[in-house]
């Protein structure tokens, strides 16, 4: 697991497998508390679990949670595993949500911009010019 530190800082991890891991500062001024802004963002139905200081949620609502992290605490540290090994192919390109864990790092998937390097070879497989790796991004509210 990920150890995203004792920082104040919020940050969300989305391992390859399982549930996203998400930690944000605890503000005693705001006596609802964190639970409920997970419920707010996300609605009243999820299923939260929370140990050793981190939250954890499915993994369909990440873009939610980064987004609302990034609006709620001015910015938000994301890590995103994946797969270095496991070769990116046209159902990435085709898929529809944001949940990829192949070696293009998200980059191609959905079809996002997936022309410029992409060579088809076979039904399915895909061969890409240059290989991602892992990456970390952090999200920023605009002013």
């Known amino acids: 697991m990920l150890d995203m530190g004792a ?21 005693p001024s705001d006596r609802r508390g ?7 963002q996300l609605g009243a139905r999820i299923r939260l679990e929370y140990a050793g200081g981190k939250w954890t949620l499915a993994r369909t609502h990440l873009r939610l949670v980064v987004t609302g992290l990034a609006e709620r605490f ?10 270095e090994n496991q070769r990116c192919d046209v159902r990435c390109q085709e898929a529809l949500g944001n949940d990829c864990v192949c070696q293009c790092a998200g980059q191609f ?3 996002a911009d997936y022309q410029r390097s992409w060579i088809q070879v076979g039904e399915t497989a895909l061969i890409a ?10 999200l920023v509210r605009p002013d």
């Open 7 to 27: 920082s104040p800082l919020s940050a969300v991890w989305r391992p390859v497998r399982g549930r996203v891991v998400v930690k944000m500062p605890y503000d």
């Open 34 to 40: 964190n639970r409920w802004w997970l419920h707010e």
């Open 74 to 83: 001015g910015h938000v540290h994301v890590h995103l595993d994946y797969l």
């Open 109 to 111: 998937h959905g079809g």
């Open 129 to 138: 010019a240059n290989p991602a790796t892992r990456r970390a991004h952090m």
